[in-house]
């Protein structure tokens, strides 16, 4: 099992950064996604590490993820902050390394709690 506490979340101005934390204790983490699901809407993918590092097309340019495997953590800068940015942020994680980055919710097996974030214009 694998339990997963992300962190780091808050309340921020447009234009400013905030950086979420996700760690996991029970397994190594291998791949690791960032979702996040705003009032009324569906759970979207923001960033995933696996092989490869992948962004959302509305976050590229934004938003840099790291992992720290010594730490078994990883992390999401988000820079630039945008009003539509304002959700709950969800750490996800799954078995295994691709080259193609798992985007979907049920390609997870593994969820956080979730942390939240709110941009004000």
């Known amino acids: 099992q694998v339990q997963l506490v992300e962190s780091g979340g808050g309340l921020v101005q447009a234009e400013g950064s905030l950086r979420l934390s996700c760690a996991a204790s029970?397994?190594?983490?291998?791949?690791v996604g960032w979702f996040r699901q705003a009032p009324g809407k569906e759970r979207e993918f923001v960033a995933g590490?696996?092989?490869?590092?992948r962004y959302a097309d509305s976050v590229q340019g934004r938003f840099i993820m790291t992992r720290d495997n010594t730490k078994n953590t990883a992390d999401l800068q988000m820079n630039r902050l945008k009003p539509d940015d304002s959700a709950v942020y969800y750490c996800?994680?799954?078995?295994?390394?691709?080259?193609?980055?798992?985007?979907?919710?049920?390609?997870?097996?593994?969820w956080g709690q979730g942390t939240q974030v709110t941009v004000s214009s």
């Open positions: 590490i696996s092989r490869t590092i």
């Open positions: 996800a994680a799954k078995s295994g390394t691709y080259f193609i980055m798992p985007r979907t919710v049920r390609e997870y097996d593994y």
């Open positions: 029970g397994r190594t983490l291998y791949t």
